[in-house]
């Protein structure tokens, strides 16, 4: 695996994935009952914006570092400011990945499982969040959990789905290891980020999701080049399967915002919209 985070942390991508992460946690914690969070790829936990390969990509400084700049003040984007430890004029130097955040939000009758393939990022991780109870850092593959870990005890929580998609056969290995985890427990919450390169990819993306024949399913991208302009990555999209009640509109008014200070001459979209209804005809 060469594939490493650190590079990413902070970028424009995870900056949406996280902006719909916390929205989703917050969510569950209206209600008291307990929730169990599962992270398939949790990385090492905490992101030192500060070293070398942080500095040398870039990312971070043209992803939260500039909209902390520039949309200190918005309200849409206040609850992840303050979930990642954000103030206005001050610099953020760590940055927290998935697994810090869902550790960050659990309360006493929570629980959550951390699962890193790379032993060093899993290590990290594990020192990022001792000392938070009922969080389990597990070295492993986070596409076995979804079989071994659902449906929780809980019966009701979220499971992140975040790989690199380095590997030629990733969406194959997703949609088979979500299919069984969606089997065994058809109410969770899922979040399943994809990235977008161009219009066609995007389109191949999302007619996979659709051929699943999953109800309640949203599709959130924010795309901040213009199609063909970047190479690499030039959106961000997330399907989230039984989103929570006011998550469309409230994500709708967080893409616009994040686009609107990170779209270079306005390139690009934010769009949050229903991609298969409540029940999918027979
Ligand atoms: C995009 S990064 C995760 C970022 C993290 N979810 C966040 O939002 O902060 C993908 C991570 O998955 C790890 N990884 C790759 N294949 C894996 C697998 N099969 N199971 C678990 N982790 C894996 C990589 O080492 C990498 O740390």
Redesign the pocket.
Known sequence: ?N?Q?LY??GNFA?VA??AALVECLTALKRKDKAFFAL???????VYDLRSAQARKSGEAERGVLRLLERGANEPALANYFAAIGARAGTRLRRYP???ALIAAALRPQDRAVL????PA?ARAAERAVRGTRRVRVET????AALKSLLPPLERRGLV?I???Y?AVEEWRTLLRAFTEGYRRWPTGLYLI?YPILDERQRRTALARLEALRIPKVLSAELAIHPDGGATGLVGSGLAIVNPPFGLEARLGEIYAAIHRHLAADDAGYAQVARLTGERMAQ
Do not use: F, I, N
């Not at 992270?39 to 936990?45: C, E, Q, S």
């Not at 699962?115 to 790379?118: F, G, N, Q």
């Open positions: 695996m594939y985070h990413h942390a995870d994935k996280h992270d398939t790829h949790a990385g090492r936990a990945g998935s697994a699962v890193e393939a790379v990022e492993g593959d986070g596409y992140l975040d790989p690199a380095e980020w």
